[in-house]
Each structure stands twice: as C-alpha cells, then as structure tokens.
C-alpha cells in the first residue's frame, strides 16, 4: 500500500513543483520552505526554525540572511530579550505564498475537473484522513534536534546531515 501511494503521490509532488517553479522561481525550494515555516510560526526564532528544517542553525542562519536580502523576512529583537530574534514574513513573501496557491489550487481544478465525483469524494476523505494520522505521529514524536557537535556526523539521512544543510 505504502509503495503503491509513493508511486501516485509522484503526480501530486509534480503538480506541486510546476507551480513553485512558475511562481516562485526566484526562491530556492529550502528558502521556500523556509517562508512556510515562518507563515505558520509568525514571531520563531533562528533555532527553532533549524530544528522544524532539521538544519544545522549556521545553515539555518545563512538561509535567513539570503531570505532578508531578498526581501521575504524581517528580523526584529525579541521582546524579553533582545538578544533572541523573532522571523516575520514581509508583505511580498505573503503575495509571494498567496499567488503560489493560487497556481497550485488551479492546476489541482484541472486535475480534479478529470475525475469522477465519487473519485473527487473518496480522495477527499483519505487525505483527511492522512492529515489527521500525520498530524498525530508528528505530535507525538520526540522533539528533532539538528547535530551540531563536532565530529562524525549521523550518518546520510539523519538529521543534521551536513550534505543536506549545503544543498539549502
């Protein structure tokens, strides 16, 4: 069953990516990422943007600074304490993301227009269903935490994999 959904999802994924290719083609797919993650934790701070991209916080840190420069985030001083800082979205991030699904629920409208409302209705249900499932093991799986010691690193895939930090 895993497999067989891996294997549909890829159409899916497609869609996606066609859409952030013809709309945010300036953005890099971690960068855009990195915008969602901020959307939906208006105020984060820098580490916990790199522990929810499990990345390293020097990575996480120089994707900021690109996302600045290019106008997608501000930095403002924490309220307690000055010294932390809190990652807000700019207006043009917010046009940004708003035109990106804008494209996506398009091309998904045109997938969707293909099929049967019986299909339309039962794949409805199942991605409901997905969501809450996934939703519920992210919730209770123990807290990621980026490695950051010095070292060996975990091996390839694990979080914190100085490989996939380099490619953000």
């Known amino acids: 069953m895993a497999a067989e959904l891996d294997g549909a999802a890829g159409a899916l994924l497609s869609l996606w990516e066609a859409a952030r290719e013809g709309t945010t083609s ?21 580490r916990r943007l790199a522990t929810l991209l499990d990345m390293l916080l020097s990575s996480a840190s120089r994707l900021c600074d690109r996302l600045v420069a290019a106008g997608m985030l501000e930095r403002e001083p924490g309220r307690l304490d000055r ?7 700019t207006p043009e991030a917010r046009g940004l993301l708003a035109e990106l699904r804008r494209d996506r629920r398009r091309r998904l409208a045109d997938v969707l ?13 199942g991605v409901r269903e997905f969501d809450r499932a ?5 919730e209770s799986a123990p807290p990621v935490v980026p490695w950051q010691g010095s070292g060996v690193p975990p091996h390839d895939g694990e979080i914190g994999d100085p490989s996939a930090a380099r490619s953000a």
Do not use: F, T
Not at 83 to 89: A, C
């Open 26 to 46: 300036r953005l890099s797919a971690a960068q855009l990422r990195a915008v969602m993650v901020v959307e939906r934790h208006d105020g984060i701070n820098l």
């Open 83 to 89: 010294r932390e800082i809190s990652l807000h979205l």
């Open 113 to 125: 227009a293909g099929m049967s409302d019986e299909g339309r209705q039962a794949l409805l249900r």
């Open 134 to 138: 996934a939703r519920d093991l992210e």
